[in-house]
């Protein structure tokens, strides 16, 4: 019997000052089971720093179409392709391929500076990619405000973002590996 994914619900409160995008999103995410709550936790990051009601959550595990969040325009043309972790060189060019601007999000500390030390020259002359490393203790931190049914502010401001869940908050420094700053 194959192991089933988790549920968790979350409402999103975004005060995003460099967009001026300030909106609730109520969102449910299905973990699976081979997914841990520190990249779940990061998925919603990343929701949250590109957040649009037309934003929505892909079926990444075990289909490379898809990335972890995707925004299509009415034409069904993918705007905007978002990644968590560290993939593979050639499906980062096929997402550039496929999207108007394609992100992605690196965690982990050491294994991500080894991730982009083995494929960032490969993309040195990539116009619509943006890879954005995690300091190190991001990750866990966020984890750790894992819960089931979640309540969750992120307020974003020249490239930082603070994230509560009404006991602890985290900042976050956005790094850019490359992309704008």
Known sequence: MALKSTIFKAELQISDMDRGY???????????PSETDERM???LLAFAL???????FGNKIGNDDEPDLWLKDLTGAIELWIDVGQPDEKLVRRACGRARQVF??????????????????????????????????????????SQRTMKLQYTILD???WVSDGNETVLVDLQPFIGPS
């Not at 300030?22 to 699976?32: F, L």
């Not at 992605?104 to 990539?126: L, N, P």
Request: proline fraction near 3%; charged fraction near 15%; charge should be positive.
């Open 50 to 56: 590109h957040a649009h009601e037309a934003l929505a």
């Open 159 to 161: 490239g930082q973002v």
């Open 41 to 43: 936790m990061v998925r």
């Open 104 to 145: 992605i999000y690196s965690y982990s500390g050491h294994s991500a500076d080894v991730w982009w030390g083995q494929v960032g020259k490969g993309f040195e002359r990539t116009r619509n990619l943006t890879v954005i490393n995690l300091p190190a203790a991001v990750s866990p931190a966020l984890a750790k405000m």
């Open 22 to 32: 300030y909106h609730d999103h109520t969102v449910t995410i299905a973990r699976h």
